[in-house]
């Protein structure tokens, strides 16, 4: 008898998690957007890694619902955990310092780690378009955007599906993203 794929158990997981939680439009179940990533890691940007995707699918958990560590491991194992870790805001550091420490651990995580990362910017993204998103959260989006490939700029060769994701979400941004353009914080 075949077993559930990770990706598979990991998108009943976080459907579980996030359920009942909205989107910024009040309207959108929240689970829509993990799943719309893990489409764009694999469909968009050609990464068809199970556990990139179980990542993918659940690189809010840790931030947004009640799930600790401890039950990623206990379900998923230590490299979706980790990835998982790696993807999540750092909520006991003082705000000031939550960006450095975020892009740092970026800076030297797996590049299939970043490729879920770019693909979560560029669901993020794509979703402040209008109707959805107005012209504030939009400008915000593209900023964050820019901010993270400024981040990863030195890691987007270091696989084939992150030089994709790389050069499709600097495509998307516009041309401040092809220039390096550094950008403050929002």
Same mark, same amino acid.
């Given at each position: 008898?075949?077993? $559930?794929?990770?990706?598979?158990?990991?998108? *009943?997981?976080?459907?579980? $998690?996030? $359920?009942?939680?909205? %989107? =910024?439009?009040?309207?959108?179940?929240?689970?829509?957007?993990?799943? %719309?990533?893990?489409?764009?890691?694999?469909?968009?940007?050609?990464? *068809? !890694?199970?556990?990139?995707?179980?990542?993918?699918?659940?690189? @809010? /958990?840790?931030?947004? /619902?009640? /799930?600790?560590?401890? *039950?990623? #491991?206990?379900?998923?194992?230590?490299?979706? /955990?980790?990835?998982?870790?790696?993807?999540?805001?750092?909520?006991? #550091?003082? =705000? @000031?310092? %939550?960006?450095? *420490?975020?892009?740092?651990? +970026?800076?030297?995580?797996?590049?299939?780690?970043?490729?879920?990362?770019?693909?979560?910017?560029?669901?993020?993204?794509? !979703?402040? +378009?209008?109707?959805?998103?107005?012209?504030? +959260?939009?400008?915000?989006?593209?900023? =964050?955007?820019? %901010?993270?490939? @400024?981040?990863?700029?030195?890691?987007? $060769?270091?696989?084939?599906?992150?030089?994709?994701?790389?050069?499709? +979400?600097?495509?998307?941004?516009?041309?401040?993203?092809?220039?390096?353009?550094?950008?403050?914080?929002?």
């Amino acid at each position: 008898m075949p077993t $559930q794929p990770i990706w598979h158990a990991a998108a *009943d997981f976080a459907a579980r $998690q996030h $359920q009942g939680q909205l %989107r =910024k439009d009040g309207v959108t179940p929240y689970i829509s957007h993990p799943f %719309r990533v893990a489409m764009v890691v694999q469909a968009v940007f050609g990464l *068809d !890694d199970p556990e990139a995707l179980a990542a993918a699918v659940l690189h @809010d /958990t840790l931030e947004d /619902t009640r /799930t600790d560590y401890e *039950d990623l #491991l206990d379900a998923f194992g230590p490299w979706v /955990t980790q990835a998982v870790a790696t993807l999540s805001d750092n909520k006991s #550091l003082p =705000k @000031d310092e %939550r960006i450095e *420490d975020y892009h740092r651990r +970026l800076s030297g995580a797996d590049p299939r780690v970043l490729v879920v990362k770019v693909a979560d910017a560029y669901d993020n993204f794509m !979703d402040s +378009l209008p109707p959805r998103g107005d012209a504030s +959260l939009h400008a915000k989006t593209r900023r =964050k955007g820019l %901010r993270l490939l @400024d981040a990863i700029r030195h890691r987007r $060769q270091d696989h084939p599906a992150l030089a994709r994701a790389f050069a499709i +979400l600097e495509e998307t941004l516009g041309p401040a993203a092809a220039a390096g353009t550094p950008l403050q914080a929002p």
